[in-house]
């Protein structure tokens, strides 16, 4: 079996068990800026020092495990540089994975959530892994984001605690059209 298979197996066999965990103990989170995310209702939200109101149009925010255990890994949701409309959403994905992180890449894959086209893009850096999921509805563009603080170098973000329910939430990421 290939490291790209067994990191996919790895992922189904964590992900699956948190498809069928959205319900009463989630919540959704919805922004003024026309995006939603669910969320486990146990976890905190949380935004810049100076942001008093966590839904407005153009600020990211951050979900916390309730144990505030952040090696186990966070998730943020930030809004984006707008899309030039005399360029592609391919080109344009490519540029903001560039632009927007300036990690070395490790590994990207085209994705889709809910219609609108993503990319899925595993960045490294002196501190470990991070993940970011660059979604484009028309002209905006959003980064759904997965790291954790500093742990040992090398460890992989799929054996993190909370990376499956970074995979659901991003599964429920929507963008109002």
Same mark, same amino acid.
């Given at each position: 079996?290939?490291?790209?298979?067994?990191?996919?197996?790895?992922?189904?066999?964590?992900?699956?068990?948190?498809?069928?965990?959205?319900?009463?103990?989630?919540?959704?989170?919805?922004?003024?800026?026309?995006?939603?995310?669910?969320?486990?209702?146990?976890?905190?939200?949380?935004?810049?020092?100076?942001?008093?109101?966590?839904?407005?149009?153009?600020?990211?925010?951050?979900?916390?495990?309730?144990?505030?255990?952040? #090696?186990?890994?966070?998730?943020?949701?930030?809004?984006?540089? %707008?899309?030039?409309?005399?360029?592609?959403?391919?080109?344009?994905?490519?540029?903001?994975?560039?632009?927007?992180?300036?990690?070395?890449?490790?590994?990207?894959?085209?994705?889709?959530?809910?219609?609108?086209? #993503?990319?899925?893009? %595993?960045? %490294?850096?002196?501190?470990?892994?991070?993940?970011?999921?660059?979604?484009?509805?028309?002209? %905006?563009?959003?980064?759904?984001?997965?790291?954790?603080?500093?742990?040992?170098?090398?460890?992989?973000?799929?054996?993190?605690?909370?990376?499956?329910?970074?995979?659901?939430?991003?599964?429920?990421?929507?963008?109002?059209?």
């Amino acid at each position: 079996m290939t490291k790209s298979a067994q990191v996919s197996a790895v992922i189904i066999l964590l992900v699956i068990p948190c498809l069928s965990a959205i319900g009463a103990d989630w919540k959704t989170f919805a922004s003024r800026g026309g995006w939603s995310i669910s969320y486990p209702s146990d976890w905190r939200i949380g935004s810049c020092q100076s942001c008093t109101e966590p839904t407005a149009e153009d600020v990211f925010v951050d979900f916390f495990p309730p144990s505030m255990k952040t #090696a186990d890994g966070w998730v943020m949701v930030s809004p984006l540089a %707008r899309r030039p409309s005399d360029i592609s959403v391919d080109a344009w994905l490519a540029k903001v994975s560039r632009e927007a992180n300036l990690n070395p890449h490790v590994h990207e894959a085209e994705s889709k959530v809910n219609g609108l086209s #993503a990319l899925r893009v %595993r960045y %490294r850096s002196p501190q470990g892994e991070m993940e970011e999921i660059y979604v484009v509805s028309g002209s %905006r563009t959003f980064s759904v984001s997965f790291s954790a603080d500093p742990g040992s170098p090398g460890t992989s973000l799929e054996t993190l605690p909370n990376y499956p329910i970074y995979s659901t939430m991003f599964r429920s990421f929507r963008v109002k059209r």
